[in-house]
């Protein structure tokens, strides 16, 4: 009866909690939820939100000498909001080819606002290449497109696992 918090590493007091349960509610990678739908009794109602990724996009328009240094700063604060442990962390900012601003002149802008957050490892390409299916943190890749429909392609594979694409453009 009522809400627990619990000790994460009380694996007792959470099978306890979750056999005296009418839902559980659960948020994690897909092998937590897997582990604890095994415990939760039949008659319980169970909802599990599992692994998720987020990107962003930025268009050509927006990728101008005026906008540079906020949109550099916002996109680093975005990728550094949930330290990327969270589904709305963009793991991949995707670039359009033929802005003001060079793509890779953009990355390490944002690479340098995001160094006052920790040390992270930026990767640039100039292409769109296979969308990593997960990321351990501190990783951000930055890819470049000439067509949306090559970025719609990459992401079929993660159609399932998407949570949010942040959009600059006009």
Known sequence: SGN???KASDRKALERSIQASDLV???????????IQKIVPAKTQFIGYGHRVSLGICLKEVLTRKNLLRLARDTASDIWMMDQRGCLSPIVIYLEK???VSLLHFSQQVTKHLSRYGRWLT???DAVSDFPLSSKGKVIHFQAFGKLEEVYKKLKLVRSSLQSV?????
């Open 123 to 125: 990767l640039y390409d």
């Open 4 to 6: 627990s918090l619990l």
């Open 25 to 35: 509610v659960v948020y994690g990678d897909d092998r937590t939820l897997l582990e």
């Open 98 to 100: 033929g802005g003001e």
């Open 166 to 170: 942040s959009l600059e453009g006009k």
